[in-house]
């Protein structure tokens, strides 16, 4: 058997880091016979099934298990595009949920469907918990926000370059991205902005944009094997660490959950006791979901009072005595999000965008 030393370290140690693993482990065969001859308990078949454990924990951006048939590029048009949303700027959000044949097409419907109702501003396209390994389709989706013919990517089938084309979409992009953003949704992210198409904001990526090949197991299962990587159109691999954000936000991996499923939620945190005494209580359901009270406009009787108390003043009689009181629009909260559109807003400040 030939395995790593890392396999025994991590189920024995978790906390050991694999940089740490890698400079102190010992023969791998002397440790797994000491512990095979002494530890109590245990069969030979339970130290394969953890040996081989240990060895899916410490190389999972590269190896993994599966089961059933095998992957198929194509998805149902549900997972590829997940969400769309126009948001205040005006600014178009596409979130995509699997990289896959057919998002392509997705998101040009998208845009354009954008483009037919409003001008926009920009357009932020989230890839946080996207996955998928059909590169080519990757490559489709950049081809969207490119005008020349470039050089994308090269997953082992050869160099892919983009189309020369007079409808690109050429507004600003933010690409939103985080841990759980893996292989061609990293693909992706890195293309657009290696072609300088745009920002990526978030936190690091997977760390999995590799080619892989499955093998049959004799359990019916797969074992599905990096066995080649993954590079640009300028033929720089990407990094098994991920792809680094230009603008890093760095988000609690539970409330990011919290925010995608609700931008636009607010999460409670636990104040401190001494300073929490005698708070009253506050309902941010009260307030369409934001920390924001409803701002109330003035009365007519209100301006003649205070035009009693103050003459000379100037008043604003425009207000309706019978008005309601005006509510403040909901807040982004998610802090991803929120930057990817200020950062939009900001572009179009700058160089604003001419309506097609």
């Not at 069969?43 to 924990?57: E, H, K, P, S």
């Not at 003035?298 to 309601?324: C, F, H, Q």
Request: net charge negative; charged share 20%; with cysteine.
């Amino acid at each position: 058997m030939v395995l790593s030393f890392a396999l025994v370290t991590l189920l024995v140690c978790p906390a050991v880091t694999k940089a740490e693993v890698t400079n102190t482990a010992p023969n791998f065969k002397e440790v797994y016979d000491l512990i095979r001859t002494h530890l109590a308990g245990e069969t030979q078949a339970d130290l394969d099934r953890a040996a081989v454990q240990g060895l899916l924990n410490q190389l999972h951006a590269k190896v993994s298990l599966a089961a059933g048939p095998s992957e198929t590029n194509s998805q149902p048009a549900a997972q590829l595009l997940a969400k769309s949303a126009l948001y205040e700027g005006p600014i178009g959000y596409l979130r995509v949920g699997h990289v896959g044949k057919g998002l392509a097409g997705r998101i040009a419907a998208g845009f354009k469907e954008f483009a037919n109702t409003i001008h926009l501003k920009g357009l932020i396209l989230d890839l946080r918990f996207a996955d998928g390994h059909d590169y080519a389709a990757a490559a489709s989706v950049a081809d969207l926000f490119l005008e020349k013919e470039t050089p994308l990517l090269d997953w082992g089938d050869g160099l892919v370059s983009s189309k020369a084309k007079s409808d690109a979409i050429s507004i600003p992009v933010a690409v939103l991205v985080n841990q759980q953003t893996a292989a061609a949704a990293e693909a992706l992210a890195a293309i657009l902005r290696d072609q300088d198409r745009a920002l990526v904001l978030g936190s690091k990526t997977a760390g999995e944009a590799t080619m892989a090949q499955e093998f049959p197991l004799s359990t019916g299962q797969r074992l599905r094997i990096a066995t080649a990587l993954v590079k640009l159109g300028d033929g720089a691999t990407l990094s098994a660490d991920g792809v680094t954000p230009d603008i890093q936000v760095a988000v609690n991996a539970e409330d990011e959950k919290v925010y995608y499923a609700d931008p636009f939620k607010e999460i409670s945190k636990p104040l401190n006791l001494v300073a929490s005494l005698g708070a009253p209580a506050t309902n941010s359901s009260a307030n369409g979901g934001t920390n924001r009270t409803a701002r109330i406009r003035p009365t007519e009787a209100d301006l003649i009072r205070e035009r009693k108390e103050r003459p000379g003043m100037e008043l604003d009689y425009s207000v309706s005595a019978n008005r309601e009181p005006e509510a403040e629009k909901p807040v982004i909260r998610d802090p991803v999000l929120g930057r990817g559109l200020d950062l939009i807003k900001g572009i179009s400040v700058l160089h604003p965008s001419k309506p097609s």
